[in-house]
């Protein structure tokens, strides 16, 4: 790869380059808003077309289906201390029925995928400039049925970054802040002999729910207590390599894509008179804000990708199909994933 984005001979769409987002100073720079259509309500899930969608499909060699999505309440107690375990509940109508539901059930506290409506920009607001106001919870302004109705189908792609790091000497720790670059990704992408494509979904994989799950609950309490975690780096490159590669989907094994804590002002998105949130993580310099509010990207945490990892290792292949299906919620915010691969 070039970093300058895959040539696409199906491309329907003259769609602009990163660095021209924002030009004309009708929209912020950076942002792809009005690029799909002035009301647009989907993002980056217009990469997907319907000839990359059927291009996808020829991707099932063997048939072989791997389910991406982690249990509810997998990942208790939850770090950032503001979603807790879900609450299952079954009733009986009568000897030979069963019914259930679930209480105080956190629609991102496991496998999941974040919607239009999760962050806003706190210079420009929301995707498309949408304000706070205009978001209200039963609207359906930018809600995740924008992505259930047809749900999200395409070509997925993994970059296993922990795996390249341990073949190549190096040591991705699951404790770090580390930030991958866009060398990172480009070079774990040659050395697993896959290049990206126009709508890829892309799956990153961090090495770090896997060593989250391997704790006890007092060890992942203390491991809570100083939260860290490796994920891409919090900078324009990478948010440039995610747009000009036309990324439909990031995904990755962490908890937010990026790395976490936030290097505050040495994120290239920072904002230094921002305050920070009362509760919960701190979110300013994260690089959802770019790829969210300004692009339209959707994001997917804690991915589980260990046995497709493996499965890819194998035989060498990094690319297979991909299935998403966000639940049909209307003003959602984010999702359970309901994601499989089939290779």
């Known amino acids: ?71 509810i309440n997998h990942f208790t107690p939850y770090w950032s201390g503001t979603r807790e375990a879900a609450r299952h509940h079954v ?98 992408a040659g050395a697993h002999g896959v290049e990206l494509r126009g709508g890829d979904i892309l799956l990153v994989r961090t090495g770090w729910a896997g060593h989250y799950l391997e704790l006890d609950h007092a060890g992942r309490e203390r491991f809570n207590a100083d939260f860290r975690s490796p994920g891409l780096a919090h900078t324009v490159d990478v948010v440039r390599w995610l747009w000009d590669h036309q990324v439909a989907v990031v995904a990755a094994d962490n908890v937010g894509v990026e790395a976490f804590p936030v290097p505050g002002p040495r994120s290239d998105y920072y904002v230094e008179s921002e ?14 804000r770019p790829l969210i509010a300004l692009l339209g990207m959707a994001l997917g945490e804690l991915w589980n990708l260990d046995p497709l990892a493996e499965a890819c290792a194998a035989d060498r292949t990094y690319d297979f199909l991909v299935t998403c299906k966000p639940l049909h919620l209307i003003g959602g915010v984010g999702s359970p994933a309901n994601a499989i691969a089939i290779r």
Do not use: C, K
């Not at 499909?57 to 072989?64: E, N, Q």
């Not at 609207?139 to 970059?159: H, T």
């Open 1 to 71: 790869m070039n970093g300058r984005g895959p040539e696409d001979n199906a491309v329907p769409h003259a769609w602009p380059r990163f660095d021209e987002l924002g030009a004309d100073g009708a929209t912020p720079p950076g942002s792809s808003w009005g690029v799909f259509g002035d009301d647009d309500q989907r993002g980056t899930i217009n990469f997907l077309t319907a000839d990359r969608v059927h291009a996808a499909t020829t991707l099932v060699r063997h048939g072989a289906v791997y389910g991406l999505d982690y249990p």
């Open 91 to 188: 009733f009986s109508n009568s000897d030979n029925h069963h019914d259930d539901y679930l209480d105080g059930f956190y629609l991102q506290a496991t496998t999941q995928v974040d919607g239009l409506r999760h962050i806003g920009d706190p210079q420009h607001g929301f995707y498309g400039g949408r304000t706070r106001a205009e978001l209200a919870p039963d609207g359906p302004a930018i809600g995740i049925q924008n992505w259930s109705e047809s749900g999200i189908v395409g070509r997925g792609v993994l970059l296993d970054v922990e795996r390249h790091f341990r073949e190549t000497g190096r040591f991705l720790d699951p404790r770090s802040t580390y930030g991958i670059t866009t060398d990172d990704l480009e070079d774990t």
């Open 275 to 288: 305050e920070r949130a009362p509760r919960g993580p701190d979110h300013r310099g994260m690089l959802h």
